[in-house]
């Protein structure tokens, strides 16, 4: 397809394949090309060829990614960086010193150390609130000098969903059509725009440590940020080129490929997690299963079918193990236990690829959150589910648990 057949009303399926992926105009390569340059050369002083005239500041293979992503996403301007927390460190630019933002309770454990440990000592204030509980939370977190409202759904760990489209009410309520208004930031690296579009649902700003699920093969490290808003889109373009955080053309081509198929590994992904937490919520050794598709049950997820937003319970799954099993171990012995007997599911930090992937967060990404009010406890196990066969995939999990 050409760049001006991608339309925002096409299916998810068509716009994975073709968005930003159109034959290059040069020769007709139906891969995309990777510029592999620093520099352009000029027609004249002062006068690039087309925009280019200099890689960090515009690159044709970066410029394909961020079409992509914005049109999966379902229109805008996408901004890419050289990680998802590179992302979060130029979003995290849009708030002022001496402005406050209010973050949802359960984030990744690097965007929390970010937010403390870089943005506080620069006088911006983060304040946690539990924004998939009380409704009146988020009301009475905000003040006059909020600037962001910053959440992932669902939020890692432990996969507690966020009404997009209540919040994005409640800041409305609040603070009318204020062009100053607080500006709603989701991370949808768990989602994927294949089950969620942020956006569409009233968020100004939508990311992704495109490492996960877009790349989707654990090969490399990247971020994507998208909106709708002129204005942010320049701002965020601007702190891109001058923080120059950006990725390079090889990793642009590896997330462009693995978008070709996102629609297929996601909707694998459910399936495998989804029989997961069934399994797991029938163990009478499983203490807690969180995943947003567990509709029924003693571990029915207590927010995700209130808001339908998301379209499939995800890939992730957490869950504490109880105390006992095999040898009478406390339930963080357990999950320790289990984390390292699994053989199929690979011990191991990140998610969103085709393999899966077990680990501990208080021990491994959130350790970074341990003695706040973001700790997770110490027996939560996470499972990235990947895409392999359910069979051996849920054999290998009751391995490690008979085992533990
Ligand atoms: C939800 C979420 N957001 C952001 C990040 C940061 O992304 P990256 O590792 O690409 O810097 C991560 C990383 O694990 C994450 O899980």
Redesign the pocket.
Known sequence: MRADDIRPDLAIETLAVHAGQEPDEATGAVAPPIYQTSTYQQDGVGRPRRGYDYARTVNPTRDRLQRAVAALEGGGEGIAF???????AAIAELAAPGSEIVVGDD?????YRYLERVRRPNGVEPRYVDLAGDPDALWEALTERTQLVWF?TP??PLLKVIDIAATARTVRERYGDRPDRPLIVV?N??ATPVLQRPLDLGADLV??????YLAGHSDT???VAVTRDPAIAERLRFLQNAMGGVPGPFDCFLVLRGLRTLHLRVERHVANATAIAHFLADRPDVAWVSHPGLVAGPHAHPHAPATGQMSGGGGMVSFRPAAGGARGRTAAERATAIAEATRIFTLA????GVESLIEIPARM?HASVAGSPLEVPDELIRLSVGIEAIGDLIADLANALDAS
């Open positions: 050289a990680s998802g927390s590179a992302a979060t984030v990744y454990g690097g965007t992932e939020t890692n991370d690296t768990f990311f992704h440590s495109a490492t996960k490290v990247l971020g930090e990140s998610l969103g990404t």
